[in-house]
Each structure stands twice: as structure tokens, then as C-alpha cells.
């Protein structure tokens, strides 16, 4: 990558270089493990001019989400995050019975369902067959489709406009992104509200989350950065809140610009801590490579240590970050024996290149693992519950990120 796809500058600095991974949601079936399996550098660099931290666009939103593995309603903890969001955005907007909500990526209908609760007209725009077609069978309305200012413009002259469209976990994952910008501004009405979550870049450099930088995710971002992404389309982003899903994320608030207004007062908080970290110029970004490499050192330590004394690991989740953890280190099933996941589709499947067996979780309490690799460190309140039985044979919980910690658990 050359050029920055937001501004067009040719001014993009090295954050850090993960080597070449396998696209991290591309799970290999027991056949596939005798094929060639491609690789693709992961490097993060940050464009100097405006400030998006981004990737090379290597593989298409085609090959990853026509047909994808992730269902979101396997978290329990991810819906009940929908569901308050839901609850809060029907008050906030007074949103009733005469509204239309759209939500861009919306998945197996893990949050629009909770719009049908309250008989609030919506749709869903689903690229992925599989799993759009969960959502209409929970009785979900869903359009298979991948957003962009044609089919935004589609769903505007079938559906009418909307008051509220929703783009939860989904900004990072187009390498179009000012199509994908204008594709919002097309759907949603001149007076309404598009709300966006995404990882926030400030908590991925200062908690060391290097693990959500993979091939999914083409772009990473600042308040600062996605405002001037979406004012390519049209929309200003006038409130930000700080969340903490997915180890720190922003929900922006943008409205066309016509009808913006001024900024909040907590947005220009939130702008004043990312300059004040050295986000919007290069110091904030020198020191993270180094502390990248430590907590590959220390669980690679651990992983080896445990197998010298005859202790066994096993993992929890398969989730698209564990994966860049997995590869980077270098981690093989001779030192991590398998990983769990509640997920039936991923049973039977096996990691992409490090090659880790996914079993059903009911595994763990059968074998009586030593250690328990938490991959999804972001769920650790959840799974610290869920996981909890590991005590009474004196198992213990490891989590990676944003440093090596052994947890020991009471039931």
C-alpha cells in the first residue's frame, strides 16, 4: 500500500508489521488441512497526513463475508449490549411505531430483534448468506447485500429513508470507505441519525489489543480519523460515547451535516485525550511495536515452560483476533492441545495456519486441563463466569492481552 485510501496521501508510517498471516476467520475443514493455505502481510501503518492507521487491502469483503462464521448471538453478553443499545436509541430518538431503523451488517439479527420487539419497522443489509438468512428465520427482515451508494440508494427508494441507521462493528471492514460512507448518507433520512461503533485506536495502542489487527479490519481508528471519514459522505459526527465492547470502543453520532449542529462537549474531551496520547501526530505510535513483542515473548515463555512440565493448555474461543495472536506466536498444537468454541459451525474445523483443533466446550471439563488460554479476552467478565468449574480440579484461566496473566478462579 502506497497511497492513503481516505486522503490519497502517500505519507504512511509503519506502526507495526505482524508478518504474513492467514485471513483469520478462514477456518480450514479436515480435508483442507493437506491444501496450500495463502498468507497476506499484516502491517499497520498510519497515514501522517490525516491519521487513519490502516492496512493493505489484500483480500475482498467478497471472500471474507459471503459466507462468514461469525454469528453474534453466541455471545450472551453481545446481545444484551444490543438490546441496551436498542432501549437507549427508541428514548433518545423517540423512536415509535411510525420509524424506520436500518442497521448495515446486522449479522443473525442479533440487535434488530430487539427493534421487532418494539414494533419499530426495520431491515437488515446482510452480505452473508448464511448468516443473513438466521436473521430472517428469527423473523428479522434482511437484504442480502453489501452497503454502497447504489444499493443504499435501493434500500432509500424501496423502504423510505431512515431515521436511524446503525453501523455497529463494521466501519473497519470496508476498504472502500468513502463509497461505504456515502451508502449511509444515501439511507438515512435528511433529518436522522447514523450511529456507528468501532474499536477505539487510542485503547488498541494503550492496552497492546494488536490481536484485532487482521485482515478483516482495513482501517483503525481515532474520533479525530472517523470524522474525517464521514464528512467524505456528508455526515458530522456531533456526540461520541466511550464503550467498553471489544476492550474500548467509540459509538459516534453523526447526522447529515445540514442538521448537524455543534459537536458535544464529551467528543471534544475524547479529542483532546487522543492528541493528548500522541494520536494525532507520530509519538503515540513509536513505542508500540516493541511492546507488541513482549507479550509474544511472555506467551511463548509460559506456552513453553508449561510443556517442559508436563502441564496442558488448552484454549477458549476461536474468534477472528485469536487468530493473529496464534499465528504471530507462532503457536502450534504441540504446546496448545486445542481450542473450544460455543459455535457449532467452527466444530470439527481447525484454526487458520497454526492449525489448532476446535472442539465443542463441553472438551474442557472432560479433559481437565491445566491451563485454559482465554483467546476473546475482550468477553472476560463473561467468561470468567462461564469458565468458573475450572477450579474444582485446580485449573486456571490465562489471559494474553493486554499482558500475560494467570487467573486463579473460585466456583
Not at 392 to 404: A, M, Q, R, T, Y
Request: proline share 7%; with cysteine.
Amino acid at each position: 500500500m502506497t497511497t492513503c485510501r481516505l486522503c490519497g496521501s502517500a505519507h504512511l508510517a509503519s506502526v507495526v508489521d505482524l508478518g504474513a498471516t492467514p485471513p483469520c476467520e478462514r477456518f480450514l475443514t479436515a480435508g483442507g488441512l493437506a491444501e496450500p493455505e495463502p498468507t497476506y502481510p499484516l502491517h499497520l501503518q498510519v497515514c501522517t497526513e490525516c491519521w487513519l492507521a490502516q492496512i493493505p487491502p489484500l483480500i475482498t469483503p467478497e471472500e471474507t463475508f459471503t459466507e462468514y462464521a461469525y454469528f453474534s448471538s453466541y455471545s450472551a453478553s453481545w446481545v444484551e449490549h444490543a438490546k441496551t443499545f436498542v432501549d437507549g436509541a427508541v428514548e433518545r430518538l423517540g423512536l415509535d411505531d411510525s420509524s424506520f431503523v436500518v442497521e448495515v451488517a446486522s449479522n443473525d439479527g442479533y440487535l434488530l430483534k430487539h427493534v421487532v420487539a418494539q414494533q419499530i419497522r426495520c431491515l437488515g443489509v446482510e452480505p452473508s448468506v448464511n448468516v443473513g438468512q438466521a436473521a430472517r428465520d428469527a423473523g428479522v427482515p434482511t437484504k442480502t447485500a453489501f452497503l454502497s451508494p447504489e444499493s443504499g440508494r435501493d434500500v432509500r427508494e424501496e423502504h423510505g429513508p431512515a431515521d436511524l441507521v446503525v453501523a455497529n462493528n463494521v466501519y473497519a471492514h470496508i476498504p472502500d470507505i468513502i463509497g461505504f460512507t456515502h451508502g449511509l448518507r444515501a439511507l438515512v433520512a435528511d433529518d436522522g441519525w447514523v450511529s456507528i461503533e468501532v474499536q477505539h485506536l487510542l485503547t488498541l495502542i494503550q492496552e497492546n489489543q494488536y490481536d484485532t489487527i487482521y485482515h478483516e479490519h482495513f482501517q483503525y481508528y481515532t474520533v479525530e480519523s472517523a470524522r474525517r471519514a464521514l464528512a467524505r459522505g456528508g455526515l458530522s459526527v456531533v456526540d461520541v460515547e466511550l464503550l467498553p465492547t471489544h476492550g474500548g470502543s467509540i459509538r459516534l453520532w453523526a447526522r447529515p451535516d445540514a442538521v448537524a449542529g455543534e459537536p458535544s462537549e464529551r467528543m471534544m474531551e475524547i479529542l483532546d485525550a487522543e492528541k493528548a496520547a500522541g494520536l494525532h501526530e507520530m509519538s503515540g505510535y513509536t513505542e508500540f511495536s516493541e511492546r507488541v513483542t513482549k507479550v509474544r515473548l511472555d506467551l511463548n515463555k509460559f506456552l513453553t515452560d508449561a510443556a517442559l512440565e508436563g502441564k496442558t493448555v488448552v484454549g477458549y474461543g476461536a474468534p477472528g483476533k485469536g487468530n493473529t495472536l496464534l499465528n504471530h506466536c507462532g503457536i502450534r498444537p504441540d504446546v496448545l492441545r486445542y481450542t473450544v468454541d460455543r459455535n457449532p459451525y467452527k466444530h470439527g474445523r481447525f484454526t487458520p495456519g497454526t492449525r489448532i483443533p476446535i472442539l465443542p466446550p463441553e472438551r474442557i471439563e472432560a479433559d481437565k486441563p491445566d491451563y485454559v488460554l482465554v483467546l476473546p479476552w475482550n468477553l472476560r467478565k463473561e467468561l470468567t463466569a462461564q469458565l468458573s468449574f475450572v477450579d474444582s480440579w485446580g485449573g486456571k484461566l490465562v489471559f494474553p492481552i493486554p499482558h500475560l496473566e494467570i487467573v486463579e478462579v473460585k466456583s
